[in-house]
Structure formats: structure tokens, C-alpha cells
């Protein structure tokens, strides 16, 4: 397993500046709208509470690369528990 980032601004730096490249091949499944990945580090503004508990983007079709991406690799992953990607 490929080094667990932290919930860290440095993360989301990094994350931001290496969203210009692709996901990895080994990711699977899918996002379960959690919305975990939206507070990392502060909770997004855009992020809205649906009515069947899960979390929603305001702003999806224009949503950053960051955000579109994530986890874009499995050291990416920081929202383990509850995220519905894996990587193989
Ligand atoms: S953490 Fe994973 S499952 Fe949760 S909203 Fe982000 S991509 Fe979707």
C-alpha cells in the first residue's frame, strides 16, 4: 500500500497541483456521495446536506479537478472509512 496521506493543507496543495494528471487505473467502484472528501481540511462551501443523508456539490458540472478526481491515487485516499473507492 502506497503511503496514507494526512488531512493536511500541504495534502490539499498537493493534491490541487497533481489533479492535471490522470486517476490511477488500479482505483474501483465508486463515490457513494459521502462527503467526506469535501472537508479536507474546511468543510466546502458548496457541500449540501441531500434529504437521503448523503452529501451534495452545488456547484457539480464546474466542480474543481481536485475534487472531480478524488482519490485521484491511493495515497490520495484519506477518507478511508466511508469513501466507495478502493484501489486494487
Ligand atoms: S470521500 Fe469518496 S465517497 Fe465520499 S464524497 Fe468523496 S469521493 Fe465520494
Given at each position: ?35 467526506a ?14 434529504e ?13 479537478l ?13 477518507t478511508?472509512d ?7
Amino acid at each position: 500500500m502506497a503511503d496514507k496521506q494526512e488531512n493536511t493543507w500541504a495534502a490539499k496543495a498537493k493534491r490541487t497541483i497533481t489533479s492535471v494528471l490522470p486517476v490511477s487505473d488500479r482505483r474501483r467502484d465508486q463515490c457513494v456521495n459521502c462527503g467526506a472528501c469535501c472537508k479536507l481540511p474546511n468543510v466546502c462551501p458548496f457541500i449540501k446536506p441531500g434529504e437521503d443523508g448523503k452529501e451534495y456539490c452545488s456547484i457539480y458540472p464546474i466542480r474543481p479537478l481536485n475534487c472531480r478526481k478524488y482519490p485521484r491515487t491511493e495515497s490520495e485516499l484519506v477518507t478511508r472509512d466511508t469513501c466507495g473507492y478502493r484501489f486494487e
